[in-house]
C-alpha cells in the first residue's frame, strides 16, 4: 500500500472529521439464529429457497456482500484466499458493496470504477487499510481521488463517479443485498440458496472461514 498519499488524506482532513467513518454492520448481541438444513449438505446456514440442484454441483458461486468500514469484512479480506486457493477453478467469488445509514455511496462507487480498470483487487485492499490503519474516513471523495491518483486512475475516477452506469451498478447492488436480506456484513449467498454470515457461523471470521470450506466440500462432494 502506498501509505504517502494516505498520510495527505488523513492531513487534509484532519479538520473537516472527527475521525473515521466508525459505522459497522458487525453486532454484539443477536438473538438465536435459525439454522436450516439440506439433506447432505453439512455446515451452518440458512435456506433462500429449494435446494435443487445444490449438492454435486460442480461450481461454486459465492456473493459477498460488503461494507468498507466492517471490521469483519477487513479480516474476510484476507481469510478469503485461502478459499480461493483450495477451491481453485471450482470458486467464483463475486463482490457486492454496499453502505449503511449516512454513509456515503463514492466508496461503492469507486469499487466499480476500480473493477473496470483493472485495479479493484488492489485499491480495495487500499481503501481498507486507510480506514482502519490510517483512521481516515474513505467515505469523503477527495480521499477516494487521492488514492485514485496512486493507482493512475484519478482521470477515470472522476469521470466514473458521474457516470450513470456506475450509479446503477451500485443501486443494483443494494438491491440485490435487500433481496437476499443482506442485514449483516459480510453476507456471503452460496449458488444463489444459502446465506452464511459470522452470527449463523458462531461470531468470528475464522468460524465463517472454516464454516464454508465445510459447506463447500458437501456441496462439491457427491
Not at 10 to 29: I, N, P, R
Not at 30 to 42: A, F, H, I, N, Y
Request: one cysteine or more.
Amino acid at each position: 500500500m502506498r501509505y504517502a498519499t494516505a498520510f495527505i488524506c488523513c492531513m487534509l482532513l484532519a479538520f473537516l472529521t472527527t475521525g473515521s467513518v466508525a459505522l459497522s454492520a458487525e453486532k454484539d448481541s443477536r438473538p438465536p439464529v435459525k439454522l436450516d438444513q439440506v439433506p447432505g449438505v453439512k455446515g451452518k446456514y440458512q435456506l433462500l429457497g429449494k435446494a435443487d440442484g445444490l449438492k454435486g454441483a460442480k461450481q461454486i458461486e459465492m456473493i459477498e456482500f460488503f461494507n468498507y468500514s466492517c471490521g469483519h469484512c477487513y479480516k474476510f479480506l484476507k481469510a478469503s484466499e485461502r478459499l480461493h486457493k483450495k477451491y481453485k477453478g471450482k470458486l467464483l467469488h463475486k463482490k457486492s458493496p454496499i453502505y449503511w445509514g449516512q454513509q456515503t455511496p463514492y466508496p461503492a462507487m469507486a469499487f466499480y470504477i476500480a473493477d473496470e480498470q483493472g485495479v479493484e483487487k488492489k485499491f480495495t485492499q487500499e481503501l481498507f487499510d486507510t480506514n482502519f490503519q490510517l483512521n481516515v474516513n474513505i467515505f469523503q471523495p477527495r480521499v477516494l481521488k487521492l488514492l485514485a491518483k496512486d493507482h493512475g486512475i484519478e482521470k477515470e475516477m472522476m469521470e466514473g463517479m458521474q457516470s450513470s452506469s456506475i450509479k446503477a451498478k451500485v443501486q443494483n447492488s443494494l438491491a440485490l443485498a435487500q433481496q437476499y436480506k443482506a442485514n449483516e456484513t459480510p453476507t456471503v449467498i452460496i449458488n444463489e440458496t444459502l446465506r452464511v454470515t459470522p452470527s449463523i457461523s458462531g461470531g468470528s471470521i475464522e468460524m465463517m472461514t472454516d464454516n464454508l470450506e465445510v459447506i463447500f466440500d458437501s456441496i462439491l462432494n457427491p
